[in-house]
């Protein structure tokens, strides 16, 4: 056998129990044909020398919203921790866009202004063009208006909108903050409505994200992304980007299944994957997978399901997504969706929502008599004991981004909401898979960095990115499990255990190689921030190098292979 590919001179990773370490790694075709000592290699048509280097499976993002990426035409407001930062980066933008009819900003945190919501009036003498601002927060479960957006959608005192619920005050004016953003936003008339209403969600803006977030993602060692949230309308978007050979790394879109959806729409989501499936490329680079449900909102703004009282708002639990019969009507959904074959991804924060998530995919198995759906529940935030066994009991995973637990980004609005008698019930990575559940990480983009590193570096320390406020200690995961959990078990929730997530004969040719040794760095987890991805094979394509290892093989990628001289969009938002 003459091998395609060798790769040398690194430490191999593999997660394979017959052989957990080795010296090379060789491919033929798009397929993983030998794995042992260098001395033992077949003979290669191409030899990359990796010595130094780091290797491991490819990381398998199992939440990662491709459509949320940058936009070259709207505000970051990442690391803006304050209201006079976020007025100052809104209007030096305005200034310098006049050519926009609306000034749209991004990443927005819950804490901006202490001890209360934003309001439009904190909008207030940022554009002398008087244009209306909209403004949405880090995780696109809420957005922030200015009096002009009010008025240009007409709900300042009176009126809906079908991608959002307005707040108002007791006098009935809305204050400038609405709340299910996300949630409504991707249902048939939610998307028209906000496509009509705010160009930032143009088709042809969200294709410019999609092409942004997957560059990155193949740069930063990710080898197979899972777009979490589809709507039908734009799945066209992802067929585009397959035509054009956008697609660097491997995608599976979860279609997106609103709350009120009827059985019409389910055999509509059930005619796309059905045809998808009789059209799939050769290559394996897109196909549909679950469907993504809420079983709640977030508990940020206080709309998660709690099943007892937030901390600082007594009498408040949040609520269900599914408002009928107390949220059960949840469980009549997955048990039907299971019977058709679905697997679900149902978003949940709340240990309320948790556990109505969790009594549906139960209930589910019971009545249809099915087995290994392998159906998931993505953030799960805030978990209560009794619950943590069920994942395992339930093979239900855990689809979970270690960035979220980190004080940077929850302190001051989440850890007040659930109260510091609630804090050990925070994020538990480590109690779950000692439990043996499947715990799929991910870096749910743009709510969170995309880079894996600083999902490791999250996991070891749940702390801040510069290092302050660790707290939970406790759930605390190393490297060596951090990366189970983004291949072995990011593998495992999508079916592909047989495919993807370990280096091994027969395997797909999904590979990255690191720039240093991330194990070198157990006792100093802030190192992992330093390191990149050198080298990234998709399918036995190379389809990302720094230069130095490897230039891509042209014709292998298509006609927009992924260059890059160093860690350019790793670990910061910036454009």
């Given at each position: 056998?003459?091998?395609?590919?060798?790769?040398?001179?690194?430490?191999?990773?593999?997660?394979?129990?017959?052989?957990?370490?080795?010296?090379?790694?060789?491919?033929?075709?798009?397929?993983?044909?030998?794995?042992?000592?260098?001395?033992?290699?077949?003979?290669?048509?191409?030899?990359?020398?990796?010595?130094?280097?780091?290797?491991?499976?490819?990381?398998?993002?199992?939440?990662?919203?491709?459509?949320?990426?940058?936009?070259?035409?709207?505000?970051?407001?990442?690391?803006?921790?304050?209201?006079?930062?976020?007025?100052?980066?809104?209007?030096?933008?305005?200034?310098?866009?006049?050519?926009?009819?609306?000034?749209?900003?991004?990443?927005?945190?819950?804490?901006?202004?202490?001890?209360?919501?934003?309001?439009?009036?904190?909008?207030?003498?940022?554009?002398?063009?008087?244009?209306?601002?909209?403004?949405?927060?880090?995780?696109?479960?809420?957005?922030?208006?200015?009096?002009?957006?009010?008025?240009?959608?007409?709900?300042?005192?009176?009126?809906?909108?079908?991608?959002?619920?307005?707040?108002?005050?007791?006098?009935?004016?809305?204050?400038?903050?609405?709340?299910?953003?996300?949630?409504?936003?991707?249902?048939?008339?939610?998307?028209?409505?906000?496509?009509?209403?705010?160009?930032?969600?143009?088709?042809?803006?969200?294709?410019?994200?999609?092409?942004?977030?997957?560059?990155?993602?193949?740069?930063?060692?990710?080898?197979?992304?899972?777009?979490?949230?589809?709507?039908?309308?734009?799945?066209?978007?992802?067929?585009?980007?397959?035509?054009?050979?956008?697609?660097?790394?491997?995608?599976?879109a979860a279609l997106f299944h609103p709350v009120g959806a009827d059985a019409a729409f389910r055999s509509s989501l059930r005619t796309a994957v059905d045809d998808a499936a009789r059209r799939a490329d050769d290559a394996g680079l897109l196909r549909?997978?679950?469907?993504?449900?809420?079983?709640?909102?977030?508990?940020?703004?206080?709309?998660?399901?709690?099943?007892?009282?937030?901390?600082?708002?007594?009498?408040?639990?949040?609520?269900?997504?599914?408002?009928?019969?107390?949220?059960?009507?949840?469980?009549?959904?997955?048990?039907?969706?299971?019977?058709?074959?679905?697997?679900?991804?149902?978003?949940?924060?709340?240990?309320?929502?948790?556990?109505?998530?969790?009594?549906?995919?139960?209930?589910?198995?019971?009545?249809?008599?099915?087995?290994?759906?392998?159906?998931?529940?993505?953030?799960?935030?805030?978990?209560?004991?009794?619950?943590?066994?069920?994942f395992a009991a339930l093979d239900v995973t855990a689809a979970m981004q270690p960035r979220h637990c980190s004080p940077d980004l929850v302190g001051g609005t989440w850890m007040e909401n659930v109260g510091e008698g609630r804090w050990d019930r925070?994020?538990?990575?480590?109690?779950?898979?000692?439990?043996?559940?499947?715990?799929?990480?991910?870096?749910?983009?743009?709510?969170?960095?995309?880079?894996?590193?600083?999902?490791?570096?999250?996991?070891?320390?749940?702390?801040?990115?510069?290092?302050?406020?660790?707290?939970?200690?406790?759930?605390?995961?190393?490297?060596?499990?951090?990366?189970?959990?983004?291949?072995?078990?990011?593998?495992?929730?999508?079916?592909?255990?047989?495919?993807?997530?370990?280096?091994?004969?027969?395997?797909?040719?999904?590979?990255?190689?690191?720039?240093?040794?991330?194990?070198?760095?157990?006792?100093?987890?802030?190192?992992?921030?330093?390191?990149?991805?050198?080298?990234?094979?998709?399918?036995?394509?190379?389809?990302?190098?720094?230069?130095?290892?490897?230039?891509?093989?042209?014709?292998?990628?298509?006609?927009?292979?992924?260059?890059?001289?160093?860690?350019?969009?790793?670990?910061?938002?910036?454009?």
């Amino acid at each position: 056998m003459t091998l395609d590919l060798l790769i040398t001179g690194a430490r191999v990773r593999t997660f394979d129990h017959a052989r957990p370490w080795a010296e090379a790694v060789g491919i033929a075709r798009d397929r993983i044909a030998y794995v042992g000592s260098l001395a033992d290699a077949p003979a290669a048509r191409r030899t990359i020398d990796a010595t130094g280097r780091f290797v491991t499976p490819g990381i398998i993002d199992s939440h990662n919203h491709l459509l949320l990426g940058f936009d070259d035409d709207a505000v970051s407001l990442e690391g803006a921790r304050t209201l006079p930062e976020v007025r100052r980066r809104i209007a030096e933008f305005a200034r310098r866009r006049p050519d926009l009819d609306w000034i749209c900003a991004e990443n927005a945190v819950y804490s901006i202004v202490p001890d209360r919501r934003p309001n439009a009036a904190d909008l207030d003498g940022l554009d002398p063009l008087g244009r209306p601002i909209f403004v949405t927060t880090y995780d696109q479960h809420s957005v922030w208006l200015n009096r002009q957006a009010l008025s240009a959608l007409g709900i300042t005192t009176g009126g809906d909108i079908a991608w959002g619920r307005p707040e108002r005050d007791a006098g009935g004016q809305a204050t400038g903050w609405i709340t299910d953003f996300y949630t409504s936003a991707m249902t048939v008339a939610g998307l028209a409505a906000l496509q009509r209403d705010i160009p930032m969600y143009s088709p042809d803006r969200r294709y410019r994200k999609l092409r942004g977030s997957m560059r990155m993602a193949t740069a930063l060692g990710i080898t197979t992304v899972v777009e979490p949230q589809v709507p039908l309308a734009e799945l066209p978007l992802f067929e585009r980007a397959l035509a054009e050979g956008v697609l660097t790394s491997r995608v599976i879109a979860a279609l997106f299944h609103p709350v009120g959806a009827d059985a019409a729409f389910r055999s509509s989501l059930r005619t796309a994957v059905d045809d998808a499936a009789r059209r799939a490329d050769d290559a394996g680079l897109l196909r549909l997978g679950p469907l993504k449900l809420y079983a709640d909102d977030v508990i940020e703004p206080h709309t998660a399901l709690m099943l007892d009282d937030y901390a600082n708002r007594p009498g408040l639990r949040g609520r269900p997504s599914y408002a009928a019969d107390g949220g059960r009507e949840l469980v009549g959904i997955v048990s039907e969706l299971d019977r058709m074959g679905f697997q679900t991804h149902t978003h949940a924060t709340g240990d309320g929502g948790i556990r109505l998530a969790l009594d549906a995919i139960e209930h589910a198995a019971r009545v249809n008599g099915t087995s290994d759906r392998r159906h998931g529940i993505v953030h799960v935030e805030c978990l209560h004991p009794d619950d943590l066994p069920r994942f395992a009991a339930l093979d239900v995973t855990a689809a979970m981004q270690p960035r979220h637990c980190s004080p940077d980004l929850v302190g001051g609005t989440w850890m007040e909401n659930v109260g510091e008698g609630r804090w050990d019930r925070a994020w538990r990575f480590r109690s779950l898979l000692e439990s043996g559940a499947t715990v799929a990480f991910s870096s749910d983009w743009q709510v969170g960095e995309m880079d894996p590193l600083v999902g490791l570096y999250s996991a070891a320390t749940r702390a801040g990115l510069d290092g302050s406020d660790a707290w939970t200690t406790a759930e605390r995961v190393g490297p060596d499990r951090a990366l189970e959990a983004y291949t072995v078990h990011g593998a495992r929730a999508w079916h592909l255990e047989n495919a993807r997530g370990r280096i091994a004969p027969g395997m797909d040719a999904d590979i990255v190689a690191w720039s240093g040794d991330l194990y070198a760095h157990a006792h100093d987890p802030a190192a992992l921030l330093g390191e990149h991805a050198a080298l990234t094979v998709v399918g036995g394509r190379v389809v990302h190098s720094t230069g130095a290892i490897a230039e891509p093989v042209g014709d292998a990628v298509g006609e927009d292979p992924v260059r890059e001289g160093g860690r350019s969009g790793a670990h910061v938002h910036a454009h």
